[in-house]
């Protein structure tokens, strides 16, 4: 039982460590709040954002590597001069080896230092349950030496393994960030898993069950105005941006620019892990009224080129703003 119980937490593990432990969207900029919860309260109407990314398609027999949902709400309150939010993400990892669940609220402050330069503070709560598919692992004592884990019958050969008694965990998440900004640049940075709380299913080593490591974020960004924007047309500006994050060992640096004129915007990043290159991400999309809609595709580069089908991520972001006279005054176009 010892082995077995030390090769579901080794499986763990590496599933954890491949998708660098935090899924992070593509499209950063249609779910802000999951890099800064800083970034709460862009817009003063009701601002919502839905994002889907499936990751890694052909990865195992055409099994999706991860899929993750995600649905954001926010928005920003004058008279409280802060940013309120809530957020649902369900993430699928290994389909269905792990699947977390997780529900947020935001909040931020506004503090204006000098006449269009401000400071934003944000803090994040947040509740998470992670799912284990007990039924999907497989054991060292099911392998066989000519046909693997799978009989000639088309089924998996028997493990004496004992299923634990709970295959959920619930853990409570703080988050937080700063950011700075007038109607040029944004610069900023958030800490993630404030409290490193522990996710682990089987506490049987006190040397693995150190809780979730802490993501550092690190990003900034400039807006280069084409043209101003009105209530018939939407403004036309160039923004380009980079974005530093690291979790435990893993990490990567995203770097890139997006286009925006009139209805269709679109943009080029490439993103690099620490050790390897990762992918080029391309996005295309369209908005129209309060309407936005964004696709991407991530053209995976380096060792695993070819092999994972690349990345898709689809993003729908209604922001309530749009159509009335509202004069920001800051760089936050590419993120409404």
């Known amino acids: ?12 593990v590496s599933l954890l460590s491949v998708r660098a432990q935090d899924p992070i969207f593509s499209q950063f900029y249609a779910a802000p709040l999951q890099i800064n919860p800083a970034f709460t309260g862009n817009t003063y109407a009701p601002h919502i954002s839905l994002n889907y990314r499936n990751q890694w398609p052909a990865w195992a027999n055409g099994t999706s590597a991860y899929v993750t949902y995600a649905a954001y709400y926010d928005q920003f309150s004058k008279s409280l001069n802060s940013g309120f939010g809530l957020s649902i993400l369900t ?11 997780k529900i947020s609220g935001y909040f931020s402050y506004r503090l204006q230092v000098v006449d269009e330069f401000y400071l934003k503070f944000g803090v994040e709560a947040s509740a998470v349950q992670a799912r284990y598919g007990w039924d ?23 493990t004496e393994e004992v299923q634990p008694d709970d295959l959920n965990t619930t853990y409570f998440d703080v988050s937080a960030g700063l950011l700075a900004y007038n109607e040029i640049f944004y610069a900023g940075f958030s800490l993630k898993h404030l409290n490193t709380p522990n996710e682990t299913l089987l506490n049987i080593n006190d040397n693995i069950n150190t809780g979730l490591p802490m993501r550092v974020s690190l990003h900034g960004g400039l807006e280069l105005k084409i043209r101003e924007g009105n209530n018939r047309r939407a403004a036309s500006f160039i923004s380009p941006n980079l974005m530093y994050v690291q979790q435990g060992d893993f990490g990567q640096v995203n770097a890139g620019a997006l286009a925006n004129w009139d209805a269709i915007f679109g943009g080029l990043w490439y993103r690099h892990a620490f050790t390897n290159p990762d992918a080029i991400i391309t996005v295309i999309g369209v908005q129209k009224g309060v309407m936005k809609i964004g696709y991407s595709y991530d053209i995976t580069v380096g060792s695993l080129a070819g092999q994972t089908n690349g990345s898709h991520e689809v993003s729908l972001i209604l922001n ?3 159509g009335k006279r509202i004069d920001y005054n800051d760089c936050f176009q590419l993120l409404r």
């Open 1 to 12: 039982m010892k082995r077995g119980v030390l090769f579901i937490l080794f499986l763990v």
């Open 136 to 158: 999907k692992f497989q054991f060292l004592d099911q392998i066989d030496e000519r046909f693997g884990f799978i009989s000639p019958g088309g089924t998996p050969f028997p």
């Open 91 to 101: 993430d699928d990892a290994g389909g269905g080896l792990i699947t977390t669940n």
């Open 320 to 322: 309530f703003d749009r």
